[in-house]
């Protein structure tokens, strides 16, 4: 906390500068306060699932083995140019949605736009706006943001019309923006818990996505020092993981 005396000293030392002095220094200062308010709107406006995640605090000794320069490199986002997409396939509690909510906020600290979406509220969110006749406006929400995360990606098989929303975002996004995919089921697996009804949609879907992207693995190295990285980092379990 300043002191009478010290902000006295400041003042005299602001009041000893030339006039260009004084005015950079105030151009400067509204530039970072319009920097940090820009930051704190991406953020809220993503609506991350773990708005506390970071790059700097993910473990790498909790019984897993992560490719720790990959995820550095993602962090500085060079993947978004080239709009290419993560995937983070793991198990229950083995960190993907930490770890993707923490390359998230590595991105709107690049100042690039964020959205979070759980695969089940993601589909609820398409059928409703189908329903309600806005599908063309919930569609720009979730395809319009330079990264989409997509967590529980395939937690259950979906519809036949669930596919064809996922096909009309997915279409949208392809080579225009990137997504990052959490998920439970392995990359070579996926087509089995999409094919049910319809083995050409589901081959258009991931035509889309699997072609164009960057995978972290996030393996037991040592079942009996792992932890739920909710554990590591005491965050609340919820539902979306």
Known sequence: METAANTEEISCHFDGLAFEERFGMLVDAEYNNRK????????KDASFDQ???????????????????????LADCGYIPEHMNIFIPGAMGSGK?????ALGLATCRQYYTVKYASFPNLLI????????????????????PTVLIIDEWLQYQPSFEEQKDLLALLQKKVRKTSTIFCSQIE???WIDHLSAQDSTLSEAILDRIIYDGYEISIEYTDPEKAKSMREVHRIKRSIKE
């Open 36 to 43: 940090d308010n820009k930051l704190h709107r991406l953020i």
């Open 51 to 73: 708005p506390d995640a970071s790059i700097e605090d993910i473990d790498y000794k909790s019984g897993r083995k992560l490719n720790k320069n990959l995820i550095y490199q």
């Open 187 to 189: 990359k070579k697996e």
């Open 97 to 101: 949605s930490y770890l993707a909510c």
């Open 125 to 144: 969110a398409l059928k409703t706006a189908r329903d309600s006749q806005c599908y063309d406006k919930v569609l720009k929400q979730y395809s319009k």
